[in-house]
């Protein structure tokens, strides 16, 4: 049986990929931040009782700022493949937060790697290592963007992770390790986090048609991005792992839509009209924009088979139909009595 460590496992991404892993036949372990209320919503349906000796899916407390805690973990697992997940992965925060994101986007991803190399012990045990790498690192670098294309990181978290890809290639190139970058373009899914402008959007469809809501406060409308489902793309971080010789691959739909069209596809399908309900609120506008992203996936479509299932339009309406239950949900509770909003 396979191990693999996710860190990174709450988040969207580290929920799908520890799904694919379990149905793989998998021994999957996930890293946690400890917090003072639970965040393991995204894997509660896979969690199984850790007295179970049998249990395939094991959560082990761990942060990317404490090197010490990643190097006992990798020793306690003995992982086959390692997927580095975590980040504070939103481009907003990151200006209000640029030190705490470089340590854990950056730094982070050099900790993890320093104690892969440790744990390798110069080739006697085999380590297998993805990093989550991003479209945002192209910045102003004008569509299609592919592997050879220029980055010129716009914000902190995109500074970070250009530094996390380097790093990822540098430990490949001087240590030997199998070592890879997914440039990961946006993707989503019912599980992205709320506050990502797609989520944003069809959780705000589902309260506004459910009278919950009657606002939808935005910033930039026109930027373009290249929107996947998430499911398809965490086949692709493990697709990237089996390979025979490490590579870094661009991860992308090939297909770019504005925040504006958007809009009008997920109000649409619920038979809303967007410009109804939706207002601009500065505070949204980044310091500096990304305006164009569209990835061009051709070389791991030819070279891995990879190609994405789930399209543009199917995508939306699977955000629209989740968050509409959830808001029906939401509305049955109110209905008894309680305000899960909390505005009394
Ligand atoms: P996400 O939902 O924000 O999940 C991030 C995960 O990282 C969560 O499990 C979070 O834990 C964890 N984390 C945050 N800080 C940490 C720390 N200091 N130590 C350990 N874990 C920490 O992000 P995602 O959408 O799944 O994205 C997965 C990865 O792909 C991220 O690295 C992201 O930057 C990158 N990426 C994502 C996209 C996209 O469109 N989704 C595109 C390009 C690249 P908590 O649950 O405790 O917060
Ligand atoms: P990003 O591509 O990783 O920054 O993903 P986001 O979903 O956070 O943002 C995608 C695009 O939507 C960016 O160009 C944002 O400027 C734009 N956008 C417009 N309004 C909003 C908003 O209210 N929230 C967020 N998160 N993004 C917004």
Known sequence: MRTALIAGVTGQDGSYLADLLLAKGYQVHGIIRRASTLTTQRVDHIYEDPHNPDVRFRLHYGDLTDGTGLRRILEMVRPDEVYNLAAQSHVRVSFDQPEYTADVVATGALRLLEAIRDYVDGGERQVRYFQASSSEMYGTTPPPQNETSRFHPRSPYAASKVAAYWYT????????????????????????????????????????????????????????????????????????????????????????????????????????????????????????????????????????????????????????????????????????????????
Do not use: C
Request: net charge negative; hydrophobic share 40%.
């Open 169 to 344: 290639v540098n430990y490949r190139e001087a240590y030997g390790l199998y070592a890879v970058n997914g440039i990961l373009f946006n993707h989503e899914s019912p599980r992205r986090g709320e506050t990502f402008v797609t989520r944003k959007i069809t959780r705000a469809v589902g309260r506004i048609k459910l009278g919950l809501q009657d606002k939808l406060y935005l910033g930039n409308l026109d930027a373009r991005r290249d929107w996947g489902f998430a499911g398809d793309y965490v086949d692709a971080m493990w697709r990237m792992l089996q390979a025979e010789k490490p590579a870094d691959f661009v991860v992308a739909s090939g297909e770019s839509r504005s925040v504006r069209e958007f809009l009008e596809a997920a109000f649409g399908y619920a038979d809303l009209d967007w410009q109804k309900y939706v207002e601009i609120d500065p505070r949204y506008f980044r310091p500096a924009e990304v305006d164009d992203l569209r990835g061009d996936a051709s070389r791991l479509e030819r070279e891995m088979g990879w190609k994405p299932v789930v399209g543009f339009t199917e995508l939306v309406r699977m955000m629209v139909d989740s968050d509409l239950e959830l808001a029906r949900q939401e509305q049955t509770l109110k209905n008894a009595g309680h305000d899960i909003t909390g505005s009394g």
